[in-house]
């Protein structure tokens, strides 16, 4: 887990400037401990599945921001000391004083699942007219998961992508949390029309059912390629991953690990993906569309390292860049 700041403990302020910003919720995993007499306890944990990934980017020494709305609580200055702690820019969060998001943690077989506690936080009330105005030079966009649910906040995540769409990169992951989403139509809608103007789709096989619903997966992943995105990831847990271009496909196997959970696995991979891609200058809309199978692979296996060193710890914990192989 990121430590707390300690007396003495100095921030560098970071610039947005030419970074990666990732664009969506901040809020605070409780995870469950043992306690005395065979009780549970909860421990306050700073993340959130877009939160995580800027954390993951800034480890992997990527220059990173972040967009999202955050409370002044307690809770609120925990996350923003840790994505400082991380080497993440915040001078696009947006600060109020309402209540935090938590997220109550539960584990089976390792899989976890959450309940959330959101109604009138500082992330969920971030409308359309609260959004920042991002430098000219930002090197992509990222976007996804319960941010874009709720509103007003998805609606202005929505506008946010939709304003630099076709001007810099665009990253997506739905990362669907079916238990969250009380309207599934109008997710569906929002998430296929924000997939319509992104670079980067990554998918799981279950969010891939549930965005075709009745459907064809296949046919979605097709659609959006014919649409104008670049690569299409879908991740398979310990099956390893595949990235499909309009050109080609590469498949990439999953790194041996052993799991104590998979809290950030697929938010660690994010990162992982998109810092491959900007080290090696191909993070430009015209790049992405030239790479090869080759470099698509490197990046993918990039990705899947980062993600296998993240489960083998507890909770959303990605590791900095020296501790990779290379």
Not at 74 to 85: A, K
Not at 130 to 143: G, K, Q
Not at 162 to 188: C, E, K, W, Y
């Amino acid at each position: 887990m990121a430590r707390a700041l300690m007396a003495g403990d100095e921030i560098t302020p970071k610039s947005a400037a030419g970074a990666i910003i990732c664009c969506g919720e901040a809020l605070i995993d409780m995870l469950p401990r043992p306690h005395a007499e065979d009780q549970t306890a909860y421990l306050p944990v700073a993340g959130g599945a877009v939160f995580n990934t800027a954390i993951a980017l800034g480890r992997l020494d990527q220059p990173t921001g972040f967009v999202s709305g955050v409370s002044t609580d307690v809770f609120g200055e925990l996350l923003v000391s840790t994505l400082e702690q991380s080497n993440v820019a915040t001078g696009h969060v947006v600060r109020s004083a309402r209540p935090t998001t938590l997220a109550f943690v539960s584990f089976s077989g390792g899989d976890a699942t959450y309940t959330f506690y959101d109604e009138g936080s500082a992330g969920r009330v971030l409308s359309p007219d609260d959004l920042p105005a991002l430098p000219d030079d930002v090197a992509a966009l990222h976007f996804g998961a319960i941010s874009l649910i709720p509103e007003p906040c998805g609606t202005a995540y929505e506008t946010l992508l939709m304003r630099h769409a076709g001007q810099t990169v665009i990253s997506l992951d739905p990362n669907i949390r079916s238990n969250f989403i009380d309207d599934p139509a109008a997710h569906r809608a929002r998430i296929l029309r924000m997939a319509a103007r992104s670079d980067m789709i990554k998918v799981s096989d279950d969010d891939l059912a549930w965005l075709a619903a009745d459907g064809d997966p296949q046919a979605l992943i097709r659609g959006w390629l014919e649409d104008g995105t670049a690569i299409v990831t879908i991740t398979r847990g310990s099956d390893g991953v595949t990235a499909v271009t309009p050109a080609f496909s590469v498949t990439a196997e999953a790194v041996p690990v052993t799991v104590a959970d998979t809290i950030g696995a697929g938010d660690a991979f994010n990162a992982g993906f998109l810092a491959a891609l900007r080290t090696a200058g191909h993070l430009e809309r015209a790049a992405l569309r030239s790479l090869t199978s080759d470099e698509l692979h490197a990046a993918l296996a990039y990705a899947s390292e980062v993600a296998a060193l993240t489960v083998a710890k507890a909770g959303a914990d990605p590791p900095w860049a020296h501790e990779l192989s290379g």
